[in-house]
């Protein structure tokens, strides 16, 4: 009896945690399916954390938090594709010099509007989502694999990132679909932050992430760039993660597991992940490919 | 020049945001270059920022010439800092100048080590280098951290940091770098950047496994049929550049600081990015680069006692945007398209 609940609550703590990996890693699929490598989505996610928090905690409502973090993602998903389809800036460093500017700024605009630069204020308890983003979550995974097969814009998206020569061919601007999918992935990732700063906590705490975006592209190349299997892909690491809460201060014996081994173990899970798994996982034909 | 510009278009981006707190951009742009070049002092905080600059800007650079991006000098400099510290604090017995090489030495594999993994992972995994990196950086942080608090805590202080190295290790007395900034971590290890910056140069336009590496880089399927192992070489490079990334424990432990603190490094990695890109992976333009952010860093980290709203977090602002406006290149083009449909 007490193994289920303690099963229960495992499970339930990972779907909890794997909320932000989920949405990230969908992010991370509209922009690559389209052929834009995004290493962007740690600071996507930290931008919608920090709107989100700063919004939902004004209006007291965390609602108003999801709405400004969908905007706010639009944003700076619009200015990386401003970046990598417009001025042709490598995908790679322009995504890393993002994650860098959101990381800089959000300091800086703590610092005016709250005087100091760490947390932001915290919501109320009744304020804080229950359990709306993780069912927005799981619903947008339905979606987009829909989407993706059985739709004629879903193809467009397809086409752009696996042989963007016959979209063209075909009459559409595979830059326009690219630059939808960008801030898709922007206004998506965002999301995933704002579901760590209003759902899995009440506030932003610098640099709250932690690396979720990058976890989150791993879990989209080891579920093959779809989305089903990334997203199994995510409940993986969350589970790594919730193991890694679960974890801490646990003895073996005398002996008490250094808290910092326990830390890494999401880390650790996320390589053994992308190593163990070669060849089965094909990138998008065009990945990476400019000029269009 | 089209590089120098887009540095300009960058700084000058971020010091307008300065307007947004209310501030002067052209004020802080005079605390910038105050508090980088004032008075020696400033200038020795300066170089002392300079040299891990130079070591990261290395590492990422010989990444990319094998057509890989490094973004795990943060990671690979930690573990061999802590290395470094833990081989002087473990034995101190070993005499002067035998101490610095074996500590040296010690850091030099553990870094490579580090950014080999990466590298092998890369080769014969196909595991993205970008995702690796960024992990292994949370692991190191997270091992360091707990070498640093349980193993050899520093018994007299409070502060996360390791016990001081013994004295054999610390090359001080020979220093004259350090005799010429009194009182500022500046110190030797930086005529052995720009020693090293110039080995690169040699190994990678006058060697063989140089060119091999820059071949693999440039164009992998010409380097395939000319029988340049891609994977030796990826496994090459990523060493490589783990052992620059680690050379950084020759400024901080033997040089300066005798220990390792955590947090002492303001991400010199992610810098070393900005570092790399701006002199275009060249070994000398690096020099160069590394004290340009050098300077820039270290006037930004004053901001904090200058302006009552602007915190040393700017750093990371400006260079971010210097990044964007050094990368985005296709500007130009850009701009002459406009102008063509204007016409």
């Not at chain 1, 097969?149 to 696996?162: D, I």
């Not at chain 1, 075909?170 to 932050?193: D, M, Q, Y």
């Not at chain 1, 250094?258 to 990138?283: D, E, M, N």
């Not at chain 2, 950014?115 to 091992?143: C, K, P």
């Amino acid at each position: 009896m007490e193994l289920t609940a303690l099963f229960l609550a495992l499970l339930f703590a990972t779907l909890r945690l794997a909320t932000p990996l989920i949405f990230a890693a969908m992010g991370g699929f509209m922009s690559e399916r389209s052929g834009v490598v995004n290493v962007a989505l740690e600071g996507f996610m930290l931008s919608g954390a920090f709107v989100g928090a700063v919004v939902g905690h004004q209006f007291a409502s965390a609602w108003m938090g999801w709405a400004a973090a969908l905007l706010i993602g639009l944003c700076v998903g619009a200015l990386y594709a401003l970046f990598v389809i417009e001025l042709k800036a490598d995908q790679i460093i322009s995504g890393m010099a993002l994650n860098l500017l959101v990381m800089g700024l959000i300091p800086f605009i703590t610092k005016i509007l709250y005087n100091s630069t760490g947390s932001t204020p915290a919501l109320l308890v009744e304020d804080r989502f229950r359990v709306e983003p993780l069912v927005m979550a799981l619903l947008l995974v339905g979606v987009l694999t829909f989407w993706l097969y059985k739709t004629r814009s879903g193809l467009w998206l397809l086409f752009a990132g696996e042989h963007p020569q016959a979209l063209l061919a075909s009459g559409v601007s595979v830059r326009k679909v690219r630059w939808a999918a960008v801030c898709a992935s922007g206004a998506f990732a965002a999301w995933g932050g704002a579901s760590l700063s209003l759902f899995l906590a009440s506030s932003y705490s610098p640099l709250m992430t932690g690396g979720r975006g990058f976890m989150a592209l791993a879990a989209l190349i080891f579920g093959k760039w779809k989305p089903v299997p990334a997203f199994l892909a995510c409940l993986l690491f969350a589970f790594a993660d919730a193991m890694q809460i679960r974890l801490q201060g646990v003895r073996i014996g005398e002996v008490e597991i250094p808290v910092q081994f326990v830390q890494i173990l999401p880390y650790l899970v996320t390589i053994i992940a992308l190593a163990g798994f070669i060849g089965k996982s094909r990138s998008p034909k065009a990945l990476g490919q400019e000029g269009f | 020049m089209r590089r120098l510009l887009g540095f300009v278009i960058g700084l000058v981006v971020a010091l307008l945001l300065t307007l947004f707190a209310g501030e002067n951009p052209w004020h802080i742009f005079l605390i910038l270059t105050k508090s980088a070049f004032g008075s020696m002092y400033d200038l020795g905080l300066t170089l002392s920022y300079t040299t891990p600059l130079i070591f990261c800007g290395l590492s990422v650079a010989i990444a990319f010439h094998a057509g890989l991006f490094n973004i795990g000098a943060e990671g690979q400099l930690t573990m061999a800092v802590v290395t470094a510290a833990a081989v002087g604090v473990l034995f101190p017995e070993v005499p002067f100048p035998l101490a610095p090489l074996v500590g040296f030495s010690a850091a030099l594999l553990v870094g490579a080590f580090w950014g080999w993994i990466a590298g092998w992972l890369r080769a014969y995994r196909g595991s993205h280098e970008v995702i690796i990196t960024i992990m292994l950086n949370f692991i190191a942080a997270g091992l360091a951290s707990w070498f640093t608090l349980k193993v050899i805590p520093n018994p007299h202080s409070q502060n996360p940091e390791t016990a001081l190295v013994s004295a054999n290790y610390m090359f001080k007395d020979y220093d004259l770098i350090a005799r010429l900034f009194p009182d500022t971590p500046a110190n030797a290890s930086l005529g052995f950047a720009i020693v090293f910056a110039l080995l690169m140069w040699i190994f990678l336009w006058k060697t063989t496994w140089g060119f091999e590496l820059r071949a693999v880089g440039s164009n992998p399927e010409a380097a395939h049929r000319a029988g340049i192992s891609e994977k030796k070489m990826q496994m090459l490079a990523m060493a490589l550049a783990g052992a620059l990334a680690g050379c950084v424990a020759l400024s901080e432990v033997l040089g300066s600081a005798g220990q390792y603190r955590m947090g002492f490094s303001p991400d010199y990695g992610f810098i070393g990015i900005a570092v790399a890109l701006l002199a275009n992976n060249n070994p000398l333009g690096i020099i160069a680069a590394a004290f340009l952010m050098g300077a820039l860093h270290k006037g930004a980290s004053d901001l904090d006692l200058e302006t009552s709203t602007i915190t040393r977090d700017f750093s990371r602002i400006i260079q971010a945007l210097i990044i964007l406006g050094v990368a985005a290149q296709g500007y130009w083009e850009w701009m002459k398209k406009k102008k063509r449909r204007k016409n």
